[in-house]
């Protein structure tokens, strides 16, 4: 298992972003940092858990810049989340029979090739170089995996397992604070639980007070939110110290019309994604490894297989349906199921192939040698294939271009007033308020103006730099903006290309547009 860390954790360290980066859907990045440093709140779901324990991490590993220390912190949960891989997949191959899958060496070989399978996947990959959630939300998954195979072995060998089920709720309900999505995978296994326990203990056990006490302690993370709203944060969506702004910001209202708003002609081409994606980090091979891990797993705990597979059916109809350009990302989930399945069907591949030496004369002597070299063959083969192929989009450890950007535009613009648009937005927000707060750059996003939370907070935040009154529509809101502080101070804009921008005359000074009379 240290091992397994180790590697991964150089690894990724490896190719890791260096500072704030908009590659591999790192957009977010700047919010999350500046929310982190600022306690603020980011936008919904606000993910309390994360900006948490990214500031603890950021406080404790005092390396370089904040934003290294958020791609840091990707970096080290991306990396213990590998070993616990190795864990869920070394208890679900020892429930096979051990006619089945060998001894004990030939179900650890198993479970290391389906923690390198997952942990050299492009998708799981990317997400641990860049300051996101997903990498902590696999983390949370995989322990609730752990913690989910331990339960089932505990009950059914008599016992109650409640120290567990305990935690494992207690763990839920904190992970939901980082992202919603791990309740969408740990549903079907929940279910999986309530139904051994019931098998066990009928309603005595399910009806357990303690286990949802300690989910609802889990979810309390989330009174972070209007605690740190009411000191007026510089990052501060939706102002959730109200109820209403709450609900918004914990309800995803902003993002709701996305969930399964994709159009029906684009459905066909994202399932093709879904199963480009399995393919190209699995390989075909590794594939119908997985798939035949599945199958077998049916004669043996077919709880398992409703369990896994509605989960993995869940999340990606989600993924699929979900309008957005990286909602793909949720896919991360899906692949660790996966690899569980590819651990099985490893185990069962490198046994076939051992009694398939044996009837042989000229292998007979070597069946465990043979046995061996499959499992290394394929544990090599998929990692590296799904590396080999994707190593450009891997390693962004000399990507610099939006960080310099930002920094190159909040120096021109220091002491004045900078509009930038999103997904760019926050990147600048960090490079001003948390990189570089001695330059005194006012950042605004204009499209974000249309939300009244915003505007309270740039008054909060930068005072009578502000209008006094707060204009209906959003255009009047962004000229008041500029004719607030136009003849005070420079006024910078990092595009002219929008019709909002028609009522100003724009010059271009470098990457920027300066605001003129």
Known sequence: MAALFAISFALYAGTMSRGITWLNTGQDGGDFVSASRSFGVPHPTGYPTYVLLLRVFGDVVAVGSHAFRANLFSVFTGAFTVPLIY???SRLIRTVSAHE???VGSVRASAVVAALAFGASRLFWTQNTITEVYSLNALFGAVLLVLTLGVIQEVRSGGTAIRNRVLLALLLGIGLGNHTTLGLAATPFGIWVLWAVW???RWRGVLDWRPAVA????????????????????VNWGS????????????ATLYQPYAFGIESE???????KTAELLFTQYTIVGTVIGIAGLTTMWAYSREFVYASVSSVVAVALYSVAYSTADSFIYLILVFMVFSLWLGVGIALLGIQIRRLAARTA????YQMPVHIAVLVAVSLMIPIWSVATGWDEINISNQREPAEFAERSIAVATGGVLLVEEPELFAFVYQAQVADPGL?????????LQFDWYWESLVKYYGDRMPAEKPVEFVDRVGAVVAQNLGLVPIYAVTDDHYYYDQFNMVPVGDLFMIEF
């Open 87 to 89: 864990v869920a997949a």
């Open 101 to 103: 899958v060998g001894g």
């Open 199 to 201: 098998q066990r203990e």
């Open 215 to 234: 989910l609802v302690v889990g979810l309390s993370i989330y009174v972070y939110a209007p605690i740190a709203a009411s000191a007026s944060p510089i």
């Open 240 to 251: 959730p110290n109200s109820l209403e702004g709450f609900r918004w910001m914990a309800s």
């Open 266 to 272: 684009f459905i066909s081409n994202r399932i093709s």
């Open 362 to 365: 000229r292998f007979s002597r």
């Open 440 to 448: 005194d750059v006012m950042v605004v996003g204009p499209r974000m």
